[in-house]
């Protein structure tokens, strides 16, 4: 059921994923899998182990914490996509750590408003009304069967 759109709540009705979830979720899918081949490609990049050293922290926790924080991600939006309304409370509570931990320790703080932005934007996309309904099963019955047939 993870490529297709459509999920059934009982014998009731069919329920399509609105389309924002689907492209947030995508898009989740594909940057952190690419970040994730970009760190293991990039692990001996000399210009890259330059600019973590300025950190706080030590590059390889850096490493660490970005292979950690892809990882959870990418298992987030998978779930997402399977409707496990969990998924979006790991992912944002996440997303919160995880930008608490580079405004502490990235020392040009402007390179981590892109990546809140964006979190910022997915986030909205995530707990908007239409993307509640669907992630909430109970919700979502109870609007199907008030429908006429």
Request: net charge positive; hydrophobic share 55%; proline share 5%.
């Amino acid at each position: 059921m993870l490529v297709f759109s459509k999920v059934f709540v009982g014998n009731l009705h069919v329920l399509k994923r609105p389309f924002p979830v689907t492209i947030s979720c995508w898009f989740l899918i594909f940057g952190s899998l690419s970040a994730l081949v970009s760190a293991c490609l990039g692990r001996n990049d000399s210009a890259r182990l330059a600019g973590m050293a300025d950190g706080v922290i030590p590059a390889e926790v850096q490493y660490a914490i970005m292979i950690f924080s892809m990882g959870i991600t990418l298992v987030a939006a998978l779930a997402m996509l399977q409707r496990l309304r969990g998924a979006r409370t790991v992912y944002l509570v996440w997303g919160v750590i995880d930008t608490a931990i580079c405004l502490a320790s990235v020392p040009l703080k402007m390179n981590v408003l892109p990546g809140t932005l964006m979190f910022a934007v997915i986030c909205a996309v995530l707990y908007s009304p239409k993307s509640n309904a669907w992630f909430s099963p109970r919700k979502a019955a109870n609007d199907a069967s008030m429908t006429p047939a």
